[in-house]
């Protein structure tokens, strides 16, 4: 008796793995080391498509193997789709592309944060906003004055040292 096959873990792991020998086509010519720093452009590409390849592997062989564990999927067919859930992912990830050169890293991604977390079902908006303001503070600090790399910082140009 052979084991099934669910074709949508099979589509999920070949969609991943692809995702992966994409990103890494896509930093080959990005060079992997220069600079003050000795890490080039090229190797966080690198690591993100190296890292995504070994799980799309690890995911076909889960899913030629019978598929993922724990995971039933005709109870999940039965599920309705919480189309707030993904208004609010969606919706913030747009704004963010639209608002991170405009109104800034922190700005953005704040928002953003803020958005996930209401598409997971928080309602606790000045706890999100707070935390979203410091993980985006704290990213906006290491790139800009711990790596030298400049985040856009928007309308808080003036503000910020």
Do not use: C
Not at 29 to 38: E, F, K, R, S
Not at 121 to 126: E, L, N, P, T, V
């Amino acid at each position: 008796m052979t084991p099934s096959r669910p074709k949508g873990h099979l589509a999920v792991a070949a969609g991943v793995l692809a995702l992966g020998v994409f990103v890494l086509a896509g930093a080959w010519d990005l060079p992997a080391g220069g600079g003050y720093a000795q890490v080039g452009p090229g190797v966080v590409p690198r690591i993100v498509g190296g890292g995504l390849v070994l799980l799309g592997a690890l995911l076909l062989q889960e899913a030629l193997t019978g598929g993922f564990r724990g995971v039933d999927e005709e109870a999940e067919d039965h599920l309705p789709m919480d189309w707030a859930a993904f208004a609010w992912l969606g919706g913030g990830i747009l704004a963010y592309g639209f608002l991170v050169e405009r109104a800034g890293f922190l700005l953005a991604s704040t928002l953003l944060f803020v958005a996930v977390a209401r598409g997971f079902a928080s309602r606790r908006w000045g706890l999100n906003t707070i935390v979203g303001a410091a993980v985006a503070g704290f990213i906006f600090t290491v790139f800009n004055y711990g790596l030298g790399l400049q985040l856009p910082p928007g309308v808080l140009r003036g503000v910020l040292p």
